[in-house]
């Protein structure tokens, strides 16, 4: 079984701060990772994804995040927040299972940023 | 390069009409096709998906169907609308073979009055 936890699910910061949004997971095998963004009304965008290899990715719009199998971790930052960073953000575990591709997304993370 | 379309975007029907959600997705062959829901307040909920032709799989009873006519056509039904089916429709699609990322499309909003 997987599952995966984000905790807060609204985030204040200011406009030039950081952004930390976190993630946790769980994972019975190696967790392919996924942070989603969505602005109002529209479908979710991939931010970036942890499949092998580096454990820190780096994504569009100057976000990235760290994989961190001790911790079972894969928190979402930005050095400083934008505006157009407003959104709710969705972390994503992915299983390939019995023929198909489960992925358990989280309970999202609406971010505000404050001018 | 791939895209993903839906319609309608916005959908306003009673309760108890019927339902019909369309998803094609073009650049790519064999895709697997996903339908999820997202109910205010909520995160996604996985209601469908589909890895061929005819080949669906339902993740939470409902009244709700879906259907893959063909290769890169979805379709999300339903014969009676309830109020609770309210929510912002996604279709989502992937390469076959694959663990890596879904790809979305802009979503239906549907409001049953």
């Known amino acids: 079984a997987q599952s995966v936890t984000q905790l807060g699910s609204h985030v204040s910061v200011s406009e030039g701060a950081l952004v930390l949004l976190r993630c946790n997971y769980s994972?019975?095998?190696?967790?392919?990772l996924f942070w989603y963004v969505q602005y109002p009304n529209q479908g979710l965008q991939l931010l970036l994804k942890?499949?092998?290899?580096?454990?820190l990715v780096k994504g569009i719009n100057g976000f990235e995040a760290e994989f961190k199998k001790s911790e079972t971790s894969f928190h979402l930052t930005k050095p400083s927040a934008h505006m157009s960073d407003a959104a709710e953000y969705f972390c994503?575990?992915?299983?390939?299972?019995?023929?198909?591709?489960?992925?358990?997304f989280g309970t999202g993370t609406k971010l505000q940023v404050i001018p | 390069s791939q895209t993903i379309h839906q319609w309608p975007a916005t959908l306003v029907q009673p309760v108890g009409s019927p339902l019909s959600l369309e998803c094609t997705v073009e650049?790519?062959?064999?895709?697997?096709l996903y339908w999820y829901r997202q109910a205010a307040g909520r995160g996604l909920q996985l209601l469908f998906y589909?890895?061929?032709?005819?080949?669906i799989s339902s993740e939470v009873p409902q009244n709700l169907s879906a259907s893959r006519p063909q290769d890169r056509q979805f379709i999300l039904s339903s014969k009676k609308l309830l109020l609770s089916d309210s929510g912002f429709y996604l279709c989502?699609?992937?390469?076959?073979?694959?663990?890596?990322?879904?790809?979305f499309g802009p979503g239906t909003r549907l409001t049953v009055t």
């Open positions: 942890y499949t092998t290899g580096a454990t």
């Open positions: 989502a699609w992937r390469e076959t073979g694959t663990v890596y990322e879904q790809y």
């Open positions: 650049g790519t062959s064999n895709p697997n």
């Open positions: 994972s019975s095998v190696p967790p392919y």
């Open positions: 994503a575990v992915s299983l390939f299972s019995g023929g198909y591709q489960k992925v358990t």
């Open positions: 589909s890895i061929g032709i005819d080949q």
